[in-house]
């Protein structure tokens, strides 16, 4: 497979607005709007495991603006708007709901574990499950009673988090099914959209091997970043097979894809890690 391309331009300095563990946000140029930029940075288990995946970010970038694409088709409203350069895509600046909201069609990963079951195992129906966000404190798992409870959404906005969630995996279960691929679980996130005096949940952050499983249907070959969490190698391939299957891998030539933006931005504080929020608390 070729190498993907990089051209480096020195961009003027933008505002950085968040620094995390995969993206970083800058301020859009118009109101309202957010730089997300997809770095090659991999953590797992909560930043415990940390490494760099070379070219992930360009590929999540081509990965997610297409899927949330699809989607908007499907009526399903998300925080994208257009692609800016390979890292970097324009996006709405929501207010985000505090949610990792997980979808599971087979058993893997925490789930399996949790419950001691064989990774493989097909769910009788897709299960959706919600964690707070909150990485010093481990991304905890929680029911709709704790979220209720303390305020991060409303009944209403969870209701229409869960419809979407499952349209979601319907749709995109199906998209990856034409492409060999079973989709197993993903994390979604969602925000709260203010425009013209009006609140709306929307699809947020990102969808991309980072996020989602996914296993090659015939030989069961792991696709995503469980390759990165478990050592299993061939991690860079594995995001390209997936941008290659959606027929999104960036080609030699691609003039949107060819730049890359270098922006020297002033420092900034990093979120506290646990150890360091730990450390802090003392
Ligand atoms: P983390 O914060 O877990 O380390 P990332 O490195 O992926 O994750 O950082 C991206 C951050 O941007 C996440 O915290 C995510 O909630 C936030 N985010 C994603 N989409 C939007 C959006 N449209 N508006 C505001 N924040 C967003
Ligand atoms: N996920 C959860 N937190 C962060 C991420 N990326 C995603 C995983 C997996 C799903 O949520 O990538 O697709 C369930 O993860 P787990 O570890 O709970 O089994």
Redesign the pocket.
């Known amino acids: 497979m070729h190498p993907i391309k990089r051209k480096i331009i020195n961009m003027p300095p933008r505002k950085p607005i968040y620094e995390g563990k995969a993206k970083q946000l800058f301020e859009g140029p118009e109101p309202g709007t957010l730089i997300q930029h997809f770095k090659d940075d991999a953590t797992a288990f909560n930043n415990v495991k940390k490494g760099v995946i070379n070219g992930k970010g360009v590929l999540n970038n081509r990965i997610s603006e297409y899927l949330m694409l699809r989607l908007h088709e499907m009526s399903i409203p998300t925080h994208f708007i257009r692609t800016l350069n390979m890292r970097e895509q324009l996006i709405k600046s929501v207010q985000i709901v505090p949610l990792?909201v997980?979808i599971?069609n087979v058993a893997?990963?925490?789930?399996?574990k949790r419950f001691n079951v064989q990774e493989g195992k097909p769910l009788g129906h897709p299960l959706i499950?919600y964690?707070y966000k909150n990485d010093a404190l481990g991304?905890p798992f929680v029911t709709e009673e704790h979220i209720f409870a303390f305020g991060w959404a409303t009944p209403s906005e969870m209701d229409e988090i869960r419809m979407y969630a499952f349209r979601i995996n319907d749709f995109l279960s199906g998209l990856f099914m034409g492409i060999g691929i079973r989709l197993?679980?993903?994390?979604l996130e969602f925000g709260r959209l203010q425009e013209n005096d009006r609140e709306q949940i929307i699809l947020a952050d990102e969808i991309s091997p980072?996020?989602?499983?996914l296993w090659d249907m015939k030989t069961g070959h792991k696709l995503?970043?469980?390759r990165f969490r478990q050592d299993l190698g061939e991690i860079e391939d594995a995001y390209r097979e997936v941008a290659r299957r959606l027929g999104v891998m960036p080609q030699d030539g691609d003039s949107s894809y060819v730049i890359e933006v270098n922006a020297k931005t002033p420092k900034m504080a990093k979120k506290p890690t646990p150890k360091t929020a730990k450390k802090k608390k003392k």
């Open positions: 990792e997980i599971r893997a990963g925490s789930f399996a499950e964690c991304d197993v679980d993903f994390k980072d996020n989602c499983r995503d970043k469980d």
